[in-house]
């Protein structure tokens, strides 16, 4: 079981920054790749950002490439994703995501994901 806690949420005016926590405990070490996504009303679930746990690897949506980045602390088993340049369309409840098979393709589905946090609203104001 892995457990994962977000924190970093907020309301924002366009053009500010964020930053998002999120915190894993429990079999951490059989974490192969971690995920951000995010939840609009009425909207399916999105890929917004993942990063390989050991290698670092990362990987971003095209609509957040160049504004967001994700990073992790292997030592504090903490992923973050740093918003910035925020627009109204980015406004969601904010996911992270762990998969600890090390099978999934593409890093970007959500069924490629074992184990969820509760999410964190992000609002952007214009």
């Known amino acids: 079981q892995v457990q994962l806690v977000e924190t970093g949420g907020g309301l924002v005016q366009a053009g500010g920054s964020l930053r998002l926590s999120c915190a894993a405990s429990?079999?951490?070490?059989?974490?192969?790749?971690m995920g951000w996504f995010r939840q609009a009303p009425g909207k399916e679930r999105e890929f917004v950002a993942a990063?390989?746990?050991?290698?670092?690897?990362?990987a971003y949506a095209d609509s957040v490439k160049g504004r967001f980045t994700i990073s992790r602390d292997n030592a504090k088993n903490t992923v973050y994703l740093l918003m910035n340049s925020l627009k109204p369309e980015d406004t969601a409840v904010y996911y992270c995501?762990?998969?600890?098979?090390?099978?999934?393709?593409?890093?970007?589905?959500?069924?490629?994901?074992?184990?969820w946090g509760q999410g964190t609203q992000v609002t952007v104001s214009s």
């Open positions: 429990g079999r951490t070490f059989s974490t192969y790749v």
């Open positions: 990063i390989r746990w050991r290698e670092g690897y990362t």
């Open positions: 995501a762990a998969d600890v098979s090390g099978l999934g393709l593409t890093a970007r589905r959500v069924v490629e994901y074992h184990y």
